[in-house]
């Protein structure tokens, strides 16, 4: 079914091999307008080559091809337009689409390869961010994707659980803190005291010293100072383990920085053995000038390491243990420069498997055009978003289908679906506004309107009472069934795109137009009438609900049947 490969391969033999193959399909467009046929290829290239004119040579190739895929062949100007067999090439791609299920648009590029993915990794006590959640949103697409192309995957939550801040914490805790209160809402309460030790430190510098103080004695394992950290540490992760039981998501490993404690001195002897240390201002740097960059920081003047000298650690340790071909990293594209120094000093210490190592930047979520902070205490928490998601998807569901069963299960689903999409749509760089209202939509660029359109096809298909027989097949020839058609030929095509790109939103992208073209479809053509390609598009109606239902489990996404 690949029809571009199909077409170059036509056309690479009718020019005698001056192209090859792969450099055809490079060229082939998709024409603009539907009365120039299905896929284009422009001449120019070849005018060179040839030493004709491109006219004459769309000219002369045009005459030259004949393939049961294609009905006509036609030349246009320096253009040469294919139109393809509507017939033929739906019968293929809807008989192709039943047969494979939901293993449509699989591939193997990724057999026998791991990829570790680096992704949500929120820091204890503190709130769970909009930046980590699109983390974690991008990265678990990221991470089905892969799959799908059959990459073998782990999903690590780098916890960022150490850092002088535990000292600060420990410090306001004993003296302000009460347990209860943060058993009730740890991270509130966390956060608070947090907060409060900044507010207080402006008028009683010395606390500074005593945080100072408290981190020592946690890096020395006093039992005290052990015990508060990891009190903390697991009434965070109780708390963000609710936000990812709602949004469905799970991990391999949630290794964060404080496992990486005992595992630092290694490779500050790796640095040191290969003379790439070098004393700066008392701290210990690699250096990275012949990049145009500033050192990365190893070690501090009084011994302590740094978030950077655990990337590295952490590096080693992932490609001892899962010998990953690629490693992601999804973090925010603020932590750009961090990952091009750690990426470098991985190459200077000669590992050759840093190459496969890459930073999945992303941009921020806005909220009136204003990047949403954690700082000074004023924060959105992000169970409370969700929540509200799922009101407002209940209140929608309940006015547009009132006696719908399993509404608050539904709801569940469409208000988290929701923010997921929204989140995935955009181009990864992009900010994006939050805007729960615009996220909820029914019509619109949504989550719910892709679930929306297939909870359509599947009510379709539950009224028939035709059992739809492949064998009896005609393929479908009028346009609007022809749209869907060529919109689900798309699909591998784009999951490969969307993999190379680490780009889920071509995902988003192609699910919305998708739904739109089947919609078009739906409004136009009676799907039920009584005729000889109800089969047909029976057929087509599956193939769109097997479609949609994959493409949003791999954004992470649930299909309701019913909505
Ligand atoms: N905890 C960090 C933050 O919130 C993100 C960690 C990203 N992963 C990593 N391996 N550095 O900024």
Request: with cysteine; hydrophobic share 35%.
């Given at each position: 079914m690949e029809l571009v490969k199909t077409y170059a391969q036509e056309i690479s033999t009718a020019i005698e091999g001056k192209l090859t193959v792969t450099e055809v399909s490079e060229l082939i467009e998709q024409p603009k307008h539907r009365?120039?046929?299905?896929?284009?290829?422009?001449?120019?290239?070849?005018?060179?080559?040839?030493?004709?004119?491109p006219l004459v040579i769309a000219a002369s190739v045009a005459l030259k091809i004949n393939h049961a895929h294609f009905e006509n062949v036609i030349a246009e100007g320096p253009y040469i337009n294919g139109f393809l067999n509507r017939a033929v090439v739906s019968k293929n791609v809807l008989l192709s689409i039943l047969a494979l299920q939901d293993g449509y648009g699989s591939n193997n590029e990724g057999t026998g390869k791991t990829i570790t993915l680096d992704l949500s990794s929120p820091n204890i006590a503190k709130p769970f961010s909009m930046g980590h959640l699109r983390?974690?949103?991008?990265?678990?697409?990221?991470?089905?994707?892969?799959?799908?192309?059959?990459?073998?995957?782990?999903?690590i939550n780098h916890l960022g659980d150490w850092g002088t801040q535990f000292g600060k914490l420990i410090t306001a805790y004993q003296l302000w803190g009460s347990e209860e209160k943060v058993k009730q809402a740890p991270i509130q309460e966390l956060l608070s005291l947090y907060v409060r030790f900044h507010e207080e430190v402006e008028a009683n510098p010395e606390l500074n010293d005593e945080a100072r103080l408290w981190f020592k004695k946690l890096e020395g394992h006093d039992e005290r100072a052990e015990l508060l950290w990891k009190w903390f540490r697991d009434e965070s992760l109780q708390e963000f383990d609710k936000i990812y039981q709602l949004l469905g998501i799970s991990f391999d490993s949630v290794n964060g920085e404080a496992f990486y404690n005992d595992k630092m001195d290694e490779v500050v002897a790796m640095l040191e053995q290969k003379n790439l240390l070098v004393k700066s201002g008392g701290a210990d740097v690699v250096l990275l000038d012949e990049y145009g960059l500033p050192p990365l920081l190893i070690r501090k003047s009084d011994g302590g390491t740094l978030y950077g000298?655990?990337?590295?650690?952490?590096?080693?340790?992932?490609?001892?243990?899962?010998?990953?071909?690629?490693?992601?990293?999804?973090?925010?594209q603020e932590q750009s420069l961090h990952f091009k120094q750690v990426f470098l000093v991985l190459k200077k210490l000669g590992f050759n498997w840093a190459h496969g190592m890459e930073h999945v930047p992303f941009g921020f979520i806005l909220k009136d055009g204003k990047?949403?902070?954690?700082?000074?205490?004023?924060?959105v928490l992000l169970e409370q978003v969700i929540k509200e998601a799922v009101d407002m998807a209940e209140n929608n569901i309940a006015e547009r289908n009132p006696q719908l069963q399993e509404k608050e299960d539904i709801a569940q689903m469409v208000g988290i679906g929701a923010i997921m999409f929204h989140d995935l749509k955009n181009d990864r760089l992009n900010n994006v506004e939050f805007s729960l209202s615009d996220m909820l939509k029914f019509e619109g660029n949504t989550g719910p309107y892709v679930q929306y359109t297939h909870a359509r096809a599947c009510s379709i298909l539950k009224k028939s009472t035709v059992k739809v027989n492949p064998e009896t097949f005609k393929g479908l020839e009028d346009a609007y069934s022809w749209g869907v058609v060529k919109a689900l030929m798309a699909f591998p095509d784009v999951i490969e795109r969307s993999f190379q790109q680490s780009e889920p939103s071509h995902l988003a992208k192609y699910l919305l137009n998708l739904s739109q073209e089947f919609n078009s479809f739906y409004s136009h053509v009676k799907v039920l009438a009584d005729d000889a390609e109800q089969q047909d598009r029976l057929a087509l109606v599956m193939s769109v609900a097997i479609t949609l239902k994959e493409g949003l489990r791999l954004l992470g996404l649930r299909a309701p049947e019913r909505m």
């Open positions: 009365n120039q046929g299905d896929l284009a290829f422009p001449c120019f290239v070849l005018a060179k080559k040839l030493k004709k004119s983390s974690t949103v991008i990265g678990n697409a990221m991470a089905n994707i892969a799959e799908k192309c059959g990459y073998e995957t782990i999903r000298t655990r990337d590295l650690a952490a590096a080693l340790y992932r490609q001892r243990n899962y010998q990953f071909e690629k490693s992601f990293y999804v973090v925010g990047k949403m902070s954690t700082r000074k205490g004023k924060v």
